[in-house]
């Protein structure tokens, strides 16, 4: 399974745009990429998912160029309500196992 | 439509005590899985179900641990002996078939267990 690295922490303002990166070197053809959200008390709740260039959702983008070693979340405009632990992975496709890594906590600031 | 729903949302038992936690998922989804989170770590794969079979149960830390689904719907997971290093936050999530689309899993809100 490949392996994923993203920052620990980031904070952000209120209306910003975020871009969270997070590298996998050694993702594989059949592997997508994929983004969960969690908010403190709950369960993890799932964003965006792509295999290569774009994809956009009512949420987010996901960005993910042509070599597909890294892929970058993007949050438009952000609001405290985003402050939450985000979360990429790299799920092979048919796996029903999701392997979370430590994720990126996010701060927004007023 | 309603989400996966676990109880209780908090158990403390005492250790050595047995504990069975439950999960409702989403109605018509054939795939049930549970997950374990501990106080500041990511999320632990524990066990998965398709329908009522559980073809991967390589997540379960321990022959203390047990799980099983009944109907292709509830599941429960059956904690034996429990140990303080068994707290934590019991997640269970659901999904339409786990070919293709496990990555949209949808998770519950977690039972909160403490082992005192």
């Known amino acids: 399974l490949a392996k994923t690295t993203q920052p620990i922490s980031m904070d952000s303002y209120e209306g910003q745009e975020v871009n969270i990166t997070c590298s996998h070197n050694n993702i594989a053809t059949n592997d997508y990429i994929t983004w969960y959200q969690q908010f403190p008390s709950q369960g993890p709740r799932f964003i965006i998912q792509g295999y290569k260039t774009k994809v956009t959702n009512e949420v987010a983008s996901l960005f993910i160029p042509a070599d597909r070693k890294s892929s970058t979340l993007s949050l438009p405009r952000v609001s405290l309500s985003d402050t939450a632990v985000y979360y990429c992975l790299v799920v092979k496709d048919s796996s029903y196992k999701l392997i979370f890594g430590s994720g990126t906590r996010l701060l927004v600031r007023p | 439509g309603a989400g996966v729903s676990q109880s209780p949302s908090n158990k403390v038992t005492e250790k050595g005590k047995d504990v069975e936690l439950r999960c409702d998922p989403i109605s018509g989804h054939t795939a049930l899985y549970w997950y374990r989170q501990s106080l500041g770590q990511g999320l632990e794969f524990l066990i998965y179900?398709?329908?009522?079979?559980?073809?991967?149960k390589s997540g379960l830390p321990s022959d203390r641990f047990s799980a099983e689904r009944t109907g292709g719907s509830v599941s429960t997971l059956t904690i034996q002996r429990t140990q303080q290093e068994d707290s934590a936050v019991y997640l269970c999530a659901s999904s339409l078939d786990p070919r293709g689309l496990s990555y949209e899993q949808y998770f519950g809100p977690g039972t909160r267990l403490t082992v005192t």
């Open positions: 179900f398709q329908g009522n079979s559980a073809p991967d």
